[in-house]
């Protein structure tokens, strides 16, 4: 394997210096990953914007197994298939032993045992579920595993089928209380019969508390590749759409969750060239240390292959392939049945393959397996979350006090509910 050098150019999303010694430049290396792999999951994200070198220690490979432990956090994936029309997610980590409690955290808890997770938010790890049981009044819900908190939402225009839906969730204020309201907003775009060159788009706020309107968005509502989570990066969520028809040219569309604009971002040309050249691709996009990038396997000279190209300039689009790599090794000891589903960091991948999922670095191999109930994994989300209880909406959530056979039996929307 090797790994290609490229020069990391600025980046839109790159971090700023506040000035001073306000960073602890003065402090020793060690003595700033050991502080801030203590800080709280809210907080490390603030660290992240002090400097570009406390950035950096957040995402070493040693960092988040210790912050975890430490700052009491949860770190990992839920992954998602149907299996006799049936959905069922499951929480999957490396940095929890099988006997801890973090390692328990699942969707079981909620008032349906039917659900399907739609969006995962990047801050106090929110989900939002939906109510898969065709049996059943239509229900959204959003909750909190870790703490096992939901709360049922409003329904949106559930006639209309969901095309994509994605879900950002507010860091609390300084100085707030740690179990503090948790600020939400889930954008849902959908497909309405009669508009064959635009989506539905409806925003739900928690402050709020309602689904409201916004602008349709003018693409044609087969584009979005089906079963692909919203990507989060440089402050908006992001989808890869089909290749264009006609010309074959593929893209990647943005949605900036606080203005409610969109844009296309166009994929790199030298990777449709690639394919014009006749190599099969498959390709993906994922957030490593808060960038966009693109994810593209393809078979060259009977190996697999990776590229990874990370978006250097967001504001210009510009893309920098930052590593190629061949999975020669990792097909000899697991088999070539492994799937690449994500990027952990930028030397770790997280693949699948049958009923198990693994951790593998690209250059010293695999550094975690966990067996899961999943022949076929569809979809994977990121997820990370503190153990701090917290209210989702108006009011505040508690772990359930009733039998789990006593379910309701329809989704109110002005009826607060408790787990």
């Known amino acids: 394997?090797?790994?290609?050098?490229?020069?990391?150019?600025?980046?839109?999303?790159?971090?700023?210096?506040?000035?001073?010694?306000?960073?602890?430049?003065?402090?020793?290396?060690?003595?700033?990953?050991?502080?801030?792999?203590?800080?709280?999951?809210?907080?490390?994200?603030?660290?992240?914007?002090?400097?570009?070198?406390?950035?950096?220690?957040?995402?070493?490979?040693?960092?988040?197994?210790?912050?975890?432990?430490?700052?009491?956090?949860?770190?990992?994936?839920?992954?998602?298939?149907?299996?006799?029309?049936?959905?069922?997610?499951?929480?999957?980590?490396?940095?929890?032993?099988?006997?801890?409690?973090?390692?328990?955290?699942?969707?079981?808890?909620?008032?349906?045992?039917?659900?399907?997770?739609?969006?995962?938010?990047?801050?106090?790890?929110?989900?939002?579920?939906?109510?898969?049981?065709?049996?059943?009044?239509?229900?959204?819900?959003?909750?909190?595993?870790?703490?096992?908190?939901?709360?049922?939402?409003?329904?949106?225009?559930?006639?209309?089928?969901?095309?994509?839906?994605?879900?950002?969730?507010?860091?609390?204020?300084?100085?707030?209380?740690?179990?503090?309201?948790?600020?939400?907003?889930?954008?849902?775009?959908?497909?309405?019969?009669?508009?064959?060159?635009?989506?539905?788009?409806?925003?739900?706020?928690?402050?709020?508390?309602?689904?409201?309107?916004?602008?349709?968005?003018?693409?044609?509502?087969?584009?979005?590749?089906?079963?692909?989570?919203?990507?989060?990066?440089?402050?908006?969520?992001?989808?890869?759409r089909w290749p264009d028809r006609i010309t074959g040219a593929q893209d990647v569309f943005a949605f900036d969750m606080r203005s409610e604009a969109w844009r296309l971002i166009r994929l790199p040309p030298e990777v449709e060239e690639e394919e014009v050249e006749g190599r099969w691709a498959r390709k993906m996009i994922t957030a490593v240390e808060g960038r966009l990038c693109l994810v593209v396997t393809m078979e060259v000279a009977d190996e697999e292959v990776v590229e990874v190209w990370e978006m250097a300039s967001y504001v210009d689009a510009r893309w920098e392939k930052k590593m190629t790599v061949g999975l020669n090794s990792l097909h000899m000891k697991e088999g070539r049945a492994v799937v690449l589903r994500d990027l952990c960091s930028s030397d770790v991948a997280f693949f699948d393959s049958f009923c198990r999922v693994m951790w593998y670095d690209f250059w010293r191999g695999k550094m975690a397996e966990v067996e899961v109930n999943h022949i076929c994994v569809q979809e994977v989300f990121k997820f990370e979350s503190d153990l701090v209880p917290c209210e989702i909406g108006r009011v505040a959530c508690r772990p359930p006090a009733r039998s789990p056979s006593e379910e309701p039996t329809a989704c109110l929307d002005d009826v607060d509910k408790f787990s």
Not at 100 to 124: G, Q
């Open 1 to 240: 394997m090797a790994k290609s050098s490229t020069v990391r150019g600025g980046s839109d999303n790159d971090d700023h210096h506040v000035g001073g010694e306000s960073d602890g430049s003065s402090l020793p290396e060690d003595q700033v990953f050991e502080m801030l792999t203590r800080v709280s999951l809210d907080d490390l994200a603030a660290c992240r914007m002090v400097s570009a070198r406390w950035r950096r220690l957040t995402y070493e490979p040693g960092f988040a197994p210790l912050h975890c432990r430490r700052a009491a956090a949860v770190s990992g994936f839920f992954v998602q298939s149907m299996t006799r029309n049936r959905y069922a997610a499951d929480f999957v980590s490396m940095h929890s032993p099988s006997s801890s409690p973090t390692a328990k955290i699942s969707l079981a808890f909620l008032p349906s045992a039917h659900v399907r997770i739609v969006a995962v938010a990047a801050h106090r790890g929110l989900v939002c579920c939906v109510e898969a049981d065709t049996r059943r009044p239509p229900c959204y819900y959003v909750c909190k595993p870790a703490t096992r908190q939901w709360r049922a939402l409003p329904n949106p225009r559930v006639r209309f089928r969901a095309a994509a839906t994605a879900m950002v969730a507010r860091p609390p204020p300084s100085g707030a209380a740690a179990a503090a309201a948790a600020e939400f907003k889930i954008v849902r775009l959908s497909v309405v019969p009669e508009l064959r060159d635009r989506l539905r788009c409806e925003v739900f706020d928690s402050r709020r508390f309602a689904w409201r309107r916004s602008a349709d968005v003018a693409l044609p509502p087969d584009s979005l590749v089906p079963a692909a989570p919203a990507v989060r990066a440089h402050g908006a969520m992001h989808w890869l």
